[in-house]
T-cell receptor, first 117, second 112 residues
């Protein structure tokens, strides 16, 4: 069981460079999320998707773009990296709330450690 | 905006002790609350999920309670072991069912 797989695991960028982080899940989950984790700040939601072809902004979306072309993949893009985007990025996925409104567990990947110099 | 606070920020206990980690949140309009474990350099592992209609959940030596009206949750760890050493994160799901609002975590060290 792979679960949620993030690539790459580590990356160093120079200011102004671009890159794409890939998240893949094999649990047939509808919902997918991108979070960033910074010391003293906790995890914060960047963008999320409730289904193939749909995306929405989270708490800290500026400087990032996302795409969900396939149900199993959720891509996070940095068009022009800035030092403030140095962080650990986590992808997560889950089923939607069920018919009774009960939410479900979010499953997380191992993270991508990004440094922007 | 939902604010999630975890107390204490760090905790060190000898092996075998029972311990309680605390989580408080400001907006009681939640879908559910989740407790996660994070090991250094690793991702998050879900430990327990409590739906908004539930009062507690148990898994092995772990018991989590939820008092939605007072905006509080506790994670009780019985008979702690060195392998329990990790950061424990509390997260509250908004009514939309999408976003999780995380606390900053409690770093736990269990010494042999």
């Amino acid at each position: 069981n792979a679960g949620v797989t993030q690539t790459p695991k580590f990356r160093v960028l120079k200011t102004g460079q671009s890159m794409t982080l890939l998240c893949a899940q094999d649990m047939n989950h509808e919902y997918m999320y991108w979070y960033r984790q910074d010391p003293g700040m906790g995890l914060r939601l960047i963008h999320y998707s409730v289904g193939e072809g749909t995306t929405a902004k989270g708490e800290v979306p500026d400087g990032y773009n996302v795409s969900r072309l396939k149900k199993q993949n959720f891509l996070l893009g940095l068009e022009s990296a800035a030092p403030s985007q140095t962080s650990v990025y986590f992808c997560a996925s889950s089923y939607p709330a069920d018919a009774t409104g009960q939410g479900s567990i979010q499953y997380f990947g191992a993270g991508t450690r990004l440094s922007v110099l | 905006k939902q604010e999630v606070t975890q107390i204490p920020a760090a905790l060190s206990v000898p092996e075998g002790e029972n311990l309680v980690l605390n989580c408080s949140f400001t907006d009681s309009a939640i879908y559910n609350l989740q407790w996660f474990r994070q090991d250094p350099g690793k991702g998050l592992t879900s430990l327990l999920l409590i739906q908004s209609s539930q009062r507690e959940q148990t898994s092995g030596r772990l018991n989590a309670s939820l008092d939605k009206s007072s905006g509080r949750s506790t994670l009780y760890i019985a008979a702690s072991q060195p392998g329990d050493s990790a950061t424990y994160l509390c997260a509250v799901a908004a009514l939309s069912g999408y976003a999780l609002n995380f606390g900053k975590g409690t770093s736990l060290l269990v010494t042999p």
